[in-house]
Nanobody, 124 residues
Framework: QVQLVESGGGLVQAGGSLRLSCAAS????????MGWFRQGPGKEREFVAV????????YYADSVKGRFTISRNNARNTVSLQMNSLKPEDTAVYYC?????????????????WGQGTQVTVSS
């Protein structure tokens, strides 16, 4: 497994932007897909985005497509999530996670390493 630490969350008004970062250490990062998930109050954890180990393949949840951008820097062992045009319904704890294998998946149980999460709150 790998240790993951998210940062960059905070309080923002609707229409604003935030950039989340996830730093990896203690394990293999660069050769695995990385995903972002979120869990809102009273909701199940849901898929946000995933990026292949090369960065060449990316998938987004329909709810964030066109507003969020996932990227990674394998030299720095980081993965980022740029969030623009934020909406109140984006309020959640955001988690980064490392995939168990090479398949790009939206299923949380397909990921074996998780960060502690960072809170994003979007006010209306």
């Amino acid at each position: 497994q790998v240790q993951l630490v998210e940062s960059g969350g905070g309080l923002v008004q609707a229409g604003g932007s935030l950039r989340l970062s996830c730093a990896a250490s203690g394990g293999t990062f660069s050769s695995y897909p990385m995903g972002w998930f979120r869990q809102g109050p009273g909701k199940e954890r849901e898929f946000v985005a995933v990026i292949s180990w090369t960065g060449g393949t990316i998938y987004y949840a329909d709810s964030v497509k066109g507003r969020f951008t996932i990227s990674r820097n394998n030299a720095r062992n980081t993965v980022s999530l740029q969030m623009n045009s934020l909406k109140p319904e984006d309020t959640a704890v955001y988690y980064c996670a490392r995939s168990r294998g090479q398949t790009l998946t939206a299923t949380p149980t397909d990921y074996d390493s998780w960060g502690q999460g960072t809170q994003v709150t979007v006010s209306s």
